[in-house]
């Protein structure tokens, strides 16, 4: 139950992702001027005839993110007095300090208009966040706590996965500084810049935008990598194997989506919905990264397993109370 | 737990109230003590009207400038309602002549020396109306007050994007609002913007005396009470940029002057 509850509070901050990225691509970031209020309305009396033109992303991306945020109590209340295992416990208090830390840059930057240092950071701890909820998803998961078969144990592909994953955040760094800097469009064309192969001038914006169009290929580079070890050297394993195709699927859609932007001129929808693929990119590459740690983890403290004698792979799950915190 | 995240919030939302009425009340702190100020600033000698003279003149473009942006107001109806035929944006204002441009602000940019002007009359206004801004173009002086009007049934909020005076951003959600605003420091030009309706833009030249004009849609501008000298004007067009020239006024002299702009190469269109 809790973890259907932290899939749904991950799958609730996709949608956040999406209203925010929203926002930047509308250029609606300053249609409500004051924060916490809305035009001096509390925010959640504020009328929705009132929700007009850009007001409507900025003031529902406010109203999502506070219903994310109030999942997130639930969800921290939730693992506080449910989960065994103590770190995962405070992990969930870590998620909540997050939100809460997001909630104030968001506020912060309308009340400074916006500066790009501040923005950025909203960007970046966003992505931080919502790597926290899958990562709790992650951990609840009924697959997770069971090791019914040994988990992965693979130094290589634990370097590559984790190089992966810290490439593509850097990458997605990069990206919303672009994205907040106005720098979308500093190189006009693709796959030419310029009609080079490289650009033939350059500008501190010119330089963000290079940036990240080569971390693009680092990032494809890395992802290629992670995913052909999993299927030359884990190809039985499907918990591997399934997000590394996965993540093939979506890195091929990334790179689609972001030549899509600079050749429809930054399209609202394309473009959001390229910052929201990032994000998936990002969450696959942390799924395929903590598994590759699993083995690390030990065991699950606090949770004995019970394997069912007559299913062989099945699992019931007992929390063990008197261990809690013996182990630790 | 619940009870510690709840004070969070809470301490955070009092924070930030503290940080917003602080930002409020320093805003209208500073141009009040410049406005009482700038009588004083200048110190030199007053114009005198027996000698005056003026600077009257035209502004034109040379070449076809391309066609001004369609705007696409159908976010908010009350923006639709209010403008039921196709919507452009104000970029050039070319009169029926095909060469005269309209909303070009023309001032004296040097040469001015030492003298002290009779603080503003009046206030300067603009009105948020029919979804846009009204004037599109205009000058004020450093110290006068601005009157910043909602006269639409929605919302909007006015964005002051100067790099020389305090950033300000203002919602004026209900119609008949009214806020006032002064610059400080003088500044060509501060934008406007709208960020709830982005089509809505406008501009003000800020300026430490009163030698300033924007061309009509004849791209008829005037500029008068100017005393005997030699000064460089500067004309400045929102997307053609600014060109100057030097004049030479005599005692009760009136010069024409002709400002042209290059219309963009095609190829920059946007
Ligand atoms: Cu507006």
Redesign the interface.
């Known amino acids: 139950m809790l973890h259907r509850f932290s899939k749904f509070l991950a799958g609730c901050t996709v949608l956040l992702i999406l209203a925010g990225s929203l926002v930047t691509s ?11 209020t809305s ?2 309305w509390n925010m959640f009396t504020f009328p929705p005839s ?1 929700w ?5 992303y900025e003031h529902g991306h406010r109203l999502i993110a506070s219903s994310v ?1 109030f999942l997130t ?1 639930i969800m ?2 939730w693992l ?1 007095f449910a989960e065994p295992r103590r770190w995962l416990r405070w992990f969930g ?1 870590a998620a ?1 300090g997050a939100v ?1 830390a997001q ?2 840059l968001g ?1 912060l930057t309308v ?1 400074f ?1 916006l500066p790009a240092a501040i923005s950025t950071a909203h960007a970046g701890l966003a992505e931080i966040f919502f790597c926290m909820t899958v990562a709790i998803a992650l951990f609840t998961s009924p697959r997770w706590i069971a090791s019914g078969a040994e988990p992965v144990d693979d130094a290589l592909l634990r370097t590559v996965a984790t190089t992966t994953t810290v490439l593509i955040y850097a990458q997605i760094l990069v990206g919303a500084t672009m994205r907040h800097t106005g720098a979308g469009l500093a190189i006009p064309d693709f796959p030419w810049m310029f009609g080079h192969v490289i650009p033939d001038h350059w500008s501190n914006a010119i330089a963000i935008h290079f940036t990240h169009r080569i971390g693009a290929l680092l990032v494809t580079l890395a992802v290629l990598a992670t995913a052909t070890h999993v299927w030359f050297h884990h190809g039985d394993r499907r918990e591997l194997t399934r997000p590394a195709t996965l993540i093939l699927l979506l890195v091929a859609t990334q790179v689609t989506l972001g030549a899509l932007t600079v050749l429809t001129q930054r399209n609202v929808w394309i473009n959001s919905v390229h910052v929201v693929c990032g994000a998936l990119v990002l969450t696959t590459s942390l799924v395929i990264t903590l598994r590759t740690w699993r083995v690390r983890f030990s065991d699950v403290r606090g949770v004995r397993l019970q394997a069912d004698p007559r299913r062989g792979d099945e699992v019931r799950l007992k929390p063990d109370t008197t261990s809690i915190g013996a182990r630790a | 737990m619940l009870r510690n995240a709840w004070v969070g919030v809470l301490g955070m939302a009092l924070a930030a109230s503290v940080v917003a009425c602080g930002g409020g009340s320093q805003e209208a702190a500073k141009p009040a003590e410049s406005a009482a100020a700038a009588p004083a600033a200048g110190g030199g000698q007053k114009v005198d009207p027996a000698t005056a003279g003026s600077v009257k003149g035209t502004v034109t473009v040379d070449g076809a400038v391309p066609k001004n942006d369609a705007i696409k107001m159908n976010a908010d109806p009350v923006c639709v309602k209010a403008n039921t035929s196709p919507q452009f944006q104000e970029t050039y204002m070319v009169g029926a002549d095909g060469k005269s441009l309209g909303n070009v602000f023309v001032y004296v940019k040097d040469g001015l020396g030492n003298y002290s002007y009779d603080p503003p009359t009046g206030e300067a206004t603009i009105d948020q109306k029919d979804c846009r801004y009204h004037p599109h173009v205009f000058g004020m002086r450093v110290g006068q007050t601005l009157t910043i009007v909602n006269s639409d049934p929605t919302l909007h909020n006015i964005h002051a994007m100067p790099k020389g005076n305090a950033e300000f951003n203002n919602g004026q959600p209900i119609q008949g609002m009214k806020m006032t605003h002064t610059f400080s420091a003088k500044e060509v030009m501060v934008p406007f913007k709208c960020d709830v309706h982005g089509w809505m833009n406008a501009y003000v030249g800020v300026l430490d005396h009163p030698y300033f004009a924007i061309s009509d849609k004849d791209g008829k501008f005037d500029i008068s009470n100017l005393p005997p000298g030699t000064y460089t004007l500067e004309a400045w067009h929102e997307k053609l940029g600014t060109t100057t020239q030097s004049v030479t006024i005599g005692p009760k002299e009136s010069k024409d002057v002709t400002f042209t702009f290059k219309a963009p190469a095609a190829a920059t269109t946007n």
């Open positions: 509308n250029d609606a970031g300053l249609s409500v001027p004051d924060w916490p035009y001096g009132m007009v033109a850009n007001i409507l945020g109590i921290a209340a506080w208090v909540l809460i909630g104030a506020g009340l208009f």
